[in-house]
């Protein structure tokens, strides 16, 4: 049932982003082999057209997308521009989230997930005891190699006396990425009837996950993702006895005495959660957490650069550009950059900032979800997450709206006690 091959291509794509890590970091250790690996990541849109060329051509029927696409081109050519590869890369990356969900969108009749959702929730439950292993290891260990260490300065972070895990990733960013997308695999499998002790098992990897991974934000914007799924269906949530987390317990009981012993794991755990704890309260009494919350409004609100229509051009802020073709004078000028907000603007002006508004309605106009959902997505893609400058974020919204979206757009069953 459905487009296999469109279907087959979500996934490829899918196991690329999450197992392409182990290449860079456990079998190719050459940096450039790394970035050559990365670059396949950044043209990972680009399989459609190979693979299913009719779907690919749809992107072009929706007047929004080519209308987004045509004002990229145009403030890719800025003359303040360094490079025309400035412009080139920030084509991309401004685009890649909105190519896998307009991919989506202009296809949808022809994907169902069904089946093969297994082989998505085999790696995720796989990323999780992963990240336990890691984080159980010192930062010497080779489980706990970067891509490049040097890229890092040398140093693996830490979070306390733990390592910060990244999973099968080439550093933390990419598990955090992947992180942010489980609760949208939480809620399409309880709405697709699976079982509560699976539902169950899932919400609690995860959260064991985000205190591992020892981010905040991901932490954060996890716990209101899944508060706000759970909140749409609490008429069925509500449903799932407690006595459902019998099964998984055991299961995972047996697991943790089968490598040490429950108690030990259950103390890392906690463990997990005081180092989380402690950098948390930390960087709050420094001020430090605030301003991440705040973001970029102050910025936004009393903007001081000189080109606030059109800005200096994409890819002006991007690293990859600027570490290969070097840094515009105009962004130098500006000062420091760090929210995705404000290096909208000052690559694409209020033009692309209130572009982006737009397109984040238009997307949650487009879905089936309750409208609590619609609210929930429009700010993860306007605000909450960092999809432009960070890839994986950008792979992981976008698979996880998909999911959610063909949940309730299937109209299925809900899980049962």
């Not at 290449?23 to 459609?48: H, M, Y």
């Not at 993702?225 to 099964?247: D, G, P, Q, Y």
Request: positive net charge; contains cysteine; glycine residues 10%.
């Amino acid at each position: 049932m459905g487009n296999r091959r469109l279907i087959q291509t979500f996934l490829f794509c899918f196991f690329f982003t999450t197992l392409s890590g182990v290449l860079r970091k456990w079998v190719f250790t050459s940096p450039a082999v790394g970035n050559a690996i990365f670059g396949l990541q950044l043209l990972l849109p680009f399989v459609f057209f190979l693979t299913n060329r009719k779907a690919f051509g749809r992107l072009f029927l929706n007047t929004v997308f080519p209308l987004y696409l045509l004002l990229l081109v145009a403030e890719a050519f800025n003359p303040l521009n360094l490079t025309i590869y400035h412009g080139l890369l920030g084509i991309v990356i401004h685009s890649y989230f909105w190519l896998f969900i307009f991919l989506y969108l202009q296809n949808r009749e022809e994907i169902v997930i069904d089946s093969w959702i297994w082989p998505v929730l085999l790696v995720c439950f796989a990323e999780i005891v992963l990240g336990m292993v890691q984080y159980q290891q010192p930062a010497t260990s080779f489980i706990n190699r970067y891509a490049n260490v040097e890229a890092v300065s040398g140093n693996i972070a830490n979070v306390g006396k733990s390592v910060r895990v990244t999973g099968s990733f080439s550093y933390i960013g990419g598990y955090g990425a992947f992180l942010i997308f489980v609760p949208s695999l939480v809620g399409y499998i309880f709405k697709q009837g699976y079982s509560p002790n699976m539902v169950l098992a899932l919400i609690g990897a995860g959260l064991v996950g985000c205190f591992m991974s020892g981010s905040r934000g991901v932490t954060y914007v996890y716990a209101g993702e899944m508060a706000l799924i759970i909140v749409s269906e609490w008429r069925n949530f509500r449903r799932i006895r407690f006595t459902a987390l019998f099964i998984p317990i055991v299961i995972l009981g047996l697991f943790f005495t089968l490598y040490g012993n429950f108690g030990s794991i259950g103390q890392k755990v906690l463990t997990a959660f005081d180092n989380f704890n402690d950098r948390r309260e930390t960087l709050a009494q420094s001020g430090e957490e605030s301003r991440r919350i705040e973001g970029d409004i102050p910025r936004i609100l009393n903007f001081q650069g000189k080109y606030p229509i059109f800005g200096v051009g994409l890819g002006a802020t991007y690293q990859g550009a600027t570490q290969l073709f070097g840094t515009s004078r105009y962004v130098e000028e500006f000062g420091y950059v760090e929210g995705e907000l404000i290096r909208v603007i000052l690559e694409g002006g209020f033009v692309l900032f209130f572009m982006r508004l737009f397109m984040a309605w238009y997307l949650a106009s487009r879905l089936a979800v309750p409208t609590l959902l619609k609210f929930l997505i429009f700010g993860l893609v306007f605000y909450a997450v960092v999809w432009v400058f960070n890839i994986y974020n950008a792979f992981y919204l976008a698979f996880g709206i998909i999911l959610i979206d063909q949940a309730y757009y299937r109209k299925p069953g809900v899980a049962s006690t």
